[in-house]
């Protein structure tokens, strides 16, 4: 049988670049070499795309930029359905069977590496150009699940020449502490955790780095948890994880370091509560049209309210990772869900 051709894409033009390296790694290395052959497909910052014929090692350790590096891009054309190589003076057309981007934030995980593929008339592995366009959306995403009695945060859309006493007064309404957070970024970063009006108009400024949208958004007293979901119809859960934190919330630092923090799977609630979150889960999962796999992030009141917090279309997928934990929690190991995440970008 001939090998499915899968070109995984790696790096980005995100500040979430380096986090990219680490998930792509442990992508490549559980592909099924009896059924998949791995076309290496890496993006800069800058955003120049590159086809890499290197060792996978040199990935995670961002070594991979050099002399096995070829120039390429995409072919929109459907007929095509290749990749183009320009070595040697001329170009190589590399046949592509099933593109699985392992991108995370703008660029990569917000439908537009997905659009390409799309366009080419190539599979994609996990989320399509809508549903990843609308789960990078932070505000969008809540006013679309809002309706089915799903509790979201109360929140605020700013723009660039926003109103500072509207700002203001909005803040006051919902009460301090509050969140100010990009609409559209990824791995916390740009988000603020802000205690007193003076913090205020700064977080926003700096949210502003990262989105030309932001948005001000209730804090919600409990903890955190996220259910993993894998499937198109018919959908599977992990084990739902909890996050236990010291202090703050849990930033970029925390979530790569577990710093002061550490993560319960499964979280330490009873069935009940943890089978409601699995079916909200699912729930909003639908909403979204999401497909592949994703984690959906909300949070446990202290009265035991379920409130939607975000998706991540394509988590942190290390083995280590929170995704690959709670599947291995509910019995489903990392190579296995990979394959099973190859297999379900080729059904209707």
């Avoid at 729930?283 to 309210?305: N, Q, T």
Wanted: glycine share 10%; aromatic share 8%.
């Amino acid at each position: 049988m001939e090998k499915i051709k899968t070109a995984v894409i790696f790096g980005g033009h995100s500040s979430e670049y380096g986090i990219s390296l680490q998930s792509a790694t442990s992508v490549i290395n559980a592909l099924d070499r009896r059924y998949v052959e791995p076309l290496l497909i890496g993006i800069t910052e800058k955003g120049d795309w590159f086809l890499y014929k290197g060792d996978t090692s040199r990935i995670i350790e961002d070594r991979w930029q050099g002399e096995d590096c070829v120039p390429a891009m995409m072919s929109p054309n459907r007929s095509d359905r290749c990749l183009l190589a320009f070595e040697n003076g001329g170009i190589t057309r590399i046949r592509i069977d099933l593109a699985f981007p392992v991108l995370h934030g703008r660029n990569g995980e917000d439908g537009t590496v997905q659009g390409v593929f799309e366009l080419a008339g190539i599979p994609v592995a996990g989320c399509g150009v809508l549903s990843s366009a609308l789960c990078m959306d932070k505000d969008r995403a809540h006013r679309l699940v809002a309706p089915s009695g799903i509790r979201v945060p109360k929140g605020k859309v700013i723009n660039i020449g926003y109103s500072e006493s509207d700002v203001r007064e909005f803040a006051r309404g919902i009460g301090y502490p509050l969140y100010v957070k990009p609409v559209k970024a990824g791995s916390s970063y740009g988000i603020s955790k802000v205690g007193a009006e003076d913090e205020l108009i700064p977080a926003v400024d700096a949210a502003f780095g990262y989105d030309n949208e932001v948005i001000i958004e209730e804090n919600i007293d409990g903890f955190e948890v996220g259910c993993a979901v894998l499937g198109n119809s018919e959908l599977i859960t992990g084990e739902v994880d909890e996050i236990e934190l010291s202090h703050g919330f849990f930033d970029f630092t925390e979530k790569y370091t577990l710093k002061t923090s550490a993560i319960h799977v499964p979280a330490r609630i009873d069935k009940s509560k943890s089978d409601e979150i699995k079916e909200k889960a699912k729930e909003i999962y639908r909403i979204l049209g999401c497909r592949g796999f994703a984690r959906v992030d909300m949070f446990v009141k202290e009265d035991g309210e379920v409130v939607f917090n975000e998706v991540n279309t394509i988590p942190g997928f290390t083995e280590h990772s929170r995704y690959p934990g709670m599947m291995k929690a509910a019995g489903h190991s990392f190579t296995e869900i990979v394959g099973r995440i190859v297999n379900l970008a080729f059904e209707k």
